[in-house]
């Protein structure tokens, strides 16, 4: 093997074969060390945080099932009275809530962050405190918000938060604020998990596992993470919208000043539904990583499941209005919709036939272990599911079904088995990755035939009920209706997935025994790389890979990964470190500085939570200064950002030498900051979209051209963010040329220019009598001039982090990554803000003509 071309050789090559220095390995081990006593909270490493997030997904998944316990004990009998109307309106409100924003979409992000740099032979993820900080922003925020219920706060509107239901003045209370500003946080901390993973996925793989040798999972994930970053941000203007209307009477929904409530119907669903397969995608990843391990046999089809998963993705966002038969859109939308809704069985049906065909390309089948039990339950609900997901895609059907417990029973079946039971699965799975022995056999049997069979006796019965007209969210129902027989077994069954539940945590309590250092190993003899034996650092060293399963075809790999015969066995420089290979082919380029433990991810994760719940309580002074204490602990976490000793390139092995730094659209930083912009770019299209949609529906509040403001002050602020864009590529020439002073002031008067315009913008209208209660139109265009002047404080606060560094001597051209990560959200600033002022004044006077 040459040391110019890391991945080619033979099919085993050992790049460093001679014996490892003494009191290496004891080195690497100590800098990767878990910090102890109070300490410990801050522990940053994948494996660590990875168990923690999967552990609080399964607590709210607990949760959430109590509530289902109260409300089907509530139905169990006809005209009950064991619990209130209002209360049974919170209970299924947190309900629905708690399985979709706290435990569907964390579980599968947090599995993700346990297995993924192993499963890709890396020693972390590339950003592990953004991993911290995003799961303790989820542990704090998710743990306050189901406290609400003890204290009579919890929302009642449903899980969805239809308007005008959730209007002030139907909903006057501050339960609605705190679903609003609640999910809203929780959904930032999920995108900022998924920014991590895909980072992790394209940039942090083994030398030489190109796209077409990287484990389905890793695709899964990496299509999941491009999901959450498109179409979360829908759900998070629609709740900024909503609660905007609630606390200052900005009309977007009232529909007698203009607003619709249909506008928070198609961005909720935007967001909504493409959801399902966010939540279904990563359980078919484990599906297609179990089957292949429990039959022996590559994953038949690998080419067709990954085109499927990319087809289920792109279809997905077309699907919305698949939710909206019924509220009177017009019969071509509809049938584009229902088309799109029936096509997606297409590439779902790939994956199933995929996994049929690997269980019968097994030469000897092994005997059914309890992993493989959950998948076969999964292949039959989910089936069950999708049939009756085709039946609500006619839209005759759906109009009669849709407001019936028919929709609950396909909700489930769809939910609950394409979700649960492959995570079940994967739980019975990979427990031997994390745990010094796997979970019983005995008691996962158990498990298995109490969960399936409760599922099955509690929403089979609900197609009936839905059918024979029992409408859902009610509280209790007549004897003479019928439905007492039918509700009655649906109980029991709920019962019984309980009691598999019970039996689930009883066996987790009894051979759940977590270990960093030694866990019961390759126990299904899987041929993937996260079966190498790791320790807190990960893999001793990070191998070749020249195949999908690299334990099946690479004998040996175990041993000389073990013995640090692979790249990067040490400690370079003495920090934590990984490599960085490129996207298409991996491909080492650098070493990355991975930083360690600290306060300050938890400190901005307690602050973030406390700015967005004391906004719940209108309590503006602490959640400012919980607002300020998140600001300053991620000052202080970035502050050592880019600070890798000025070390030449290291050897990795091999006599391969990459240095420990890079700079531009090579690095890490760079994509991150590139997927940070299609989240901005999916906001503001949210945004636009709600003003164009508005237009649609109210144009009459639309004011006429000659009421318009003039076109000199809009003018005077493109002007001035032109400006801005110019001052900030005059400081990147600055810092190229040495010149501080010059660099300083160029961002300081480019902030300057860019505060100026946001304000002028606001103040155009403002004098043109033009106020944010009026109507829908003036609502949003209030609403995109404060998004602009939420960038450029933004922008703002990332050129004052940026001249600080300046200041303490922490930029250069060659540890620039600051510098350069302001700059892209400060030119796309500008870019959004001139957009903004082409459509606010531009867009009324073509339409008008």
């Known amino acids: 093997m040459t040391t110019n071309d890391p991945v080619s050789g033979p099919s085993s090559p050992l790049p460093n074969p001679i014996p490892r220095p003494a009191g290496e390995l004891e080195l690497l081990a100590q800098v990767w060390r878990r910090p102890r006593g109070l300490k410990a909270i801050t522990v940053v490493n994948n494996n660590y945080i990875g168990v923690l997030y999967v552990g609080t997904a399964l607590l709210f998944f607990i949760l959430a099932g109590v509530l289902a316990l109260l409300m089907r004990t509530q139905l169990a009998v006809p005209e009950s009275g064991l619990i209130s109307h209002e209360l049974y309106n919170q209970l299924f409100t947190m309900h629905g809530t708690v399985m979709m924003f706290l435990f569907a979409v964390p579980a599968v992000e947090a599995v993700a962050v346990m297995l993924l740099p192993n499963m890709l032979g890396a020693r972390d993820l590339p950003f592990p405190r953004l991993s911290a900080y995003a799961y303790w922003a989820y542990a704090v925020g998710g743990v306050v918000f189901f406290c609400s219920l003890f204290f009579g706060l919890a929302p009642d509107g449903g899980w ?27 959904e930032i901390s999920a995108i900022a998990g998924a920014i991590e993973l895909a980072i992790g996925i394209l940039r942090t793989r083994a030398p030489g596992m190109s796209l077409d040798k990287m484990p389905i999972y890793a695709w899964v994930m990496l299509v999941f993470s491009g999901m959450v970053i498109i179409a979360f941000p829908a759900v998070i203007v629609a709740t900024a919208l909503l609660e905007l209307e609630r606390a200052f009477d900005m009309p977007f929904f009232i529909a007698e000043r203009g607003g619709d409530p249909l506008l928070w119907q198609h961005l909720f669903w935007f967001f909504g539904h493409p959801e399902v397969y966010i939540i279904f995608l990563p359980a078919a990843g484990m599906v297609s990583m179990i089957i292949p391990a429990m039959t022996g046999v590559p994953l038949v089809g690998y080419r067709l499941v990954v085109m499927a998963v990319i087809g289920t993705a792109f279809l997905s966002f077309g699907l919305w209005v698949h939710h909206m038969f019924a509220t009177g859109i017009e019969p071509m939308s509809l049938s584009f919709a229902s088309a799109a809704s029936m096509s997606v069985s297409v590439p779902t049906a790939i994956q199933v036939f995929a996994w049929i065909a690997t269980i019968a390309a097994a030469v000897r089948l092994r005997p059914m272990k309890t992993p493989m039990l959950f998948i076969m339950g999964f292949f039959f609900i989910f089936v069950l599911g999708g049939l009756t997901g085709v039946m609500v895609a006619v839209i005759p059907f759906d109009l009669q079904a849709h ?59 609900m197609h009936f009920t839905g059918l024979a007209g029992m409408p859902r969210r009610v509280y209790t129902y007549a004897e003479s209706q019928g439905w007492g027989s039918l509700n009655m077994l649906s109980t029991i069954g709920a019962y019984l997935i309980a009691v598999g539940v019970l039996v689930f945590l009883w066996d987790m309590a009894r051979n759940f025994r977590p270990s960093s250092k030694k866990n019961a190993g390759n126990v299904w003899d899987a041929g993937t790389l996260e079966w190498l034996p790791s320790a807190d650092y990960g893999v001793r060293s990070i191998p070749i890979v020249t195949s999908r399963e690299p334990l099946w075809d690479q004998p040996g790999i175990e041993d000389d990964v073990a013995a640090g015969r692979y790249y990067l066995p040490n400690v370079p420089a003495g920090v934590r470190s ?23 991810p938890l400190l901005a994760a307690l602050g973030t939570a406390g700015f967005f719940l004391l906004l719940t309580f209108k309590a503006i002074v602490p959640a400012a200064a919980c607002g300020v204490v998140a600001v300053a602990s991620l000052w202080r976490w970035l502050w050592d950002a880019d600070s890798a000793p000025d070390v030449p390139p290291i050897d990795i092995g091999a006599g391969i030498r990459l240095p420990m730094r890079c700079m531009g659209s090579a690095s890490h930083a760079w994509w991150a900051m590139m997927m940070l912009i299609v989240v901005c770019i999916s906001i503001f299209g949210a945004l636009v979209f709600a003003y164009l949609f508005l237009w649609l529906t109210s144009a009459d509040v639309w004011p006429a051209v000659q009421a318009l403001p003039g076109l000199l002050w809009p003018a005077v602020s493109a002007c001035l963010l032109v400006g801005a864009s110019a001052l900030a590529m005059r400081a990147a020439r600055s810092l190229r040329q040495d010149r501080a002073l010059l660099l300083r002031g160029c961002l300081l008067a480019g902030m300057i220019l860019l505060l100026a315009a946001s304000a002028l913008e606001v103040h155009t209208h403002w004098q043109h009598g033009l106020r944010p209660t009026d109507s829908a139109y003036a609502a949003v265009v209030f609403a995109l001039a404060g998004l602009q002047s939420t960038f450029a404080v933004l922008v703002g606060i990332m050129g004052a982090f940026t001249i600080a560094r300046s200041v303490a001597g922490r930029l250069s051209v060659v540890r620039r990554a600051t510098l350069d990560s302001t700059l892209i959200m400060w030119h796309y600033a500008v870019a959004q803000s001139l957009i903004g002022l082409g459509i606010v004044h531009g867009f009324p006077r073509l339409a008008v003509g």
């Open 578 to 600: 990984t490599l960085v290979t490129n996207a298409l082919d991996a491909r080492p380029e650098y070493v990355l500085h991975l930083p360690g433990p600290g306060w300050s």
């Open 160 to 186: 969805f938060m239809y308007p005008p239901l959730t209007s002030t003045q139907y909903s006057p209370a501050v339960n609605a604020d705190l679903w609003l500003l609640g999910i809203g946080f929780i």
């Open 403 to 461: 407001d019936t417990y028919f929709i609950v029973a396909h909700l489930h079946y769809v939910l609950f088995g394409g979700m649960v039971f492959p995570l079940f699965a994967a739980f019975y799975y990979w427990m031997p990755f994390v745990s010094t022995r796997p979970l019983s056999e005995r008691l996962g049997r158990w498990s298995f035939w109490l969960m399936f069979g409760g599922f099955n006796l509690a929403f089979f019965p």
